[in-house]
């Protein structure tokens, strides 16, 4: 039995927040919603997470103004920031979004119920990739705050004046000189960071998975959807030859089902639509700034394609789950089309049809309302970006 925790918070008069879990049950095949008593685990209150994500903005805050006044600014410096303001600002949307993402959970459950056993292991077999994609981010996010924590501990700066003392290295691109009136500050500042940072990489994965979750699951019922018209397409001579009302009524349910999980898709293309477009802004920002670093004369420019390949794995998984959603909706027109060839009654034809057509659009995830989401336009991005630093390079090295 595996928990999925799902932040809705509802208002109620007594404690003002509550939380929900969402299980599904291996042993019965049930998906249930929990109530605060029957939790097992939390995360804790959301003001508190709201209280530590402003303590990382206002740590970006008065670290941007050092480096100014300093007169440099560094690329990992950016980097760094343009990620942790997206993932706070994802964070903000998700939670502004949190009564829809309740309301799209409680959908996703009335379909679950309306599924069938064998249909349930279908749903899980989709909902399974997004919780493996959840320990991929949050453990690599983990491991590289670990080692970026120890590395720090173990590698000194040399002093900026004959006879000074070392240096000590923070984490994450912060300095400070180990003098005697300093011993307290580096202890303090190291601290703040690793629980900052632990924070930030549990926040970063939970939105990037949150969006995918509910695809997957849309991808599972339009599976099982699938498979019904596949296997009343099979059984269709006897049901023909014996009662054709159970064949209508198998029809008219997968019609009912159909929609129900279109209706699904829109409410998540509604509520994920400002997290993608901000995570493609940010992620396009960091592309062509390593871009423009790639393209110029400097002798460790190379030092910044992990930050590139970082930056094009977050591109693909923007991606990843919204062509999964578009190939598997745009399949159930395939399958509808096989039951239509088995129909001898004209109005169930005609629902056929009308099944066919619609599906013929299938379901699209935009950034925006704008910026259609699939792994074609990952390749034209790619692409485009490509042609664009190669253009610069070339105009760069003939100037």
């Known amino acids: 039995m595996r928990l999925h925790e799902i932040n809705s918070f509802e208002r109620v008069p ?3 927040t509550i939380r929900k879990f969402v299980e599904f049950r291996e042993t019965d095949g049930s998906l249930r919603i929990f109530s605060p008593p029957h939790r097992g685990f939390t995360f804790g209150e959301p003001r508190l ?5 402003q303590d990382a903005s206002h740590l970006l805050r008065v670290y941007w103004p050092t480096q100014q006044c300093s007169g440099v600014v560094e690329v990992d410096s950016i980097f760094v920031m343009v990620m942790a303001v997206s993932t706070i600002m994802r964070y903000y949307i998700l939670v502004y979004h949190r009564f829809d993402f309740r309301d799209t959970m409680d959908a996703c459950r009335v379909i679950w119920n309306d599924c069938t056993p064998n249909e349930h292991q279908i749903v899980r077999w989709f ?3 997004t919780w493996m994609l959840f320990k991929l981010l949050a453990g690599s996010g983990m491991f ?12 000194r700066l040399p002093p900026d004046e004959p ?8 984490p994450y691109r912060w300095f400070i000189e180990d003098r005697e009136y300093h011993w307290l500050g580096y202890e303090l500042i190291f601290g703040l960071q690793v629980l900052i940072t632990h924070h930030l990489t549990v926040i970063a994965a939970t939105v990037d998975t949150a969006g995918p979750l509910l695809m997957m699951i849309s991808c599972g019922f339009f599976k099982a959807l699938q498979e019904r018209f596949f296997a009343a397409a099979a059984r269709n001579e006897m049901i023909l030859c014996k009662d054709k009302l159970e064949f209508k009524q198998t029809i008219v349910s997968c019609s009912k089902f159909h929609q129900s999980v279109l209706v699904l898709c829109k409410k998540i293309e509604v509520m994920t639509r400002m997290i993608f477009m901000v995570q493609l802004i940010c992620l396009g920002y960091n ?3 390593i871009g423009l670093k790639l393209t110029g004369t400097d002798p460790e420019r190379f030092q910044y394609i992990p930050n590139l390949v970082l930056c094009l794995c977050q591109l693909f998984i923007t991606q990843w789950a919204s062509d999964y959603l578009l190939e598997q909706s745009e399949e159930v027109a395939t399958a509808a089309y096989f039951a239509t060839l088995m129909s001898l009654d004209a109005r169930i034809g005609g629902l056929l049809l009308t099944m066919v057509i619609r599906a013929q659009k299938p379901v699209q995830m935009t950034a925006g309302g704008v910026i259609k989401l699939s792994i074609e336009r990952f390749g034209s991005l790619i692409t485009n ?9 070339n105009f760069t090295t003939q100037v």
Do not use: D, H, P
Not at 163 to 170: F, H, K, M, S
Not at 385 to 393: D, Y
């Open 127 to 129: 909902e399974r990739k």
């Open 163 to 170: 006879n000074g003392t070392e240096r000590r290295l923070l």
């Open 287 to 289: 592309i062509s700034l």
């Open 385 to 393: 970006a490509i042609s664009f630093f190669m253009v610069l390079r």
């Open 14 to 16: 007594a404690s003002g």
């Open 144 to 155: 590289i705050n670990v080692f970026c924590s120890i590395g720090s501990i173990v590698v």
């Open 49 to 53: 997470q709201l209280s530590l994500l």
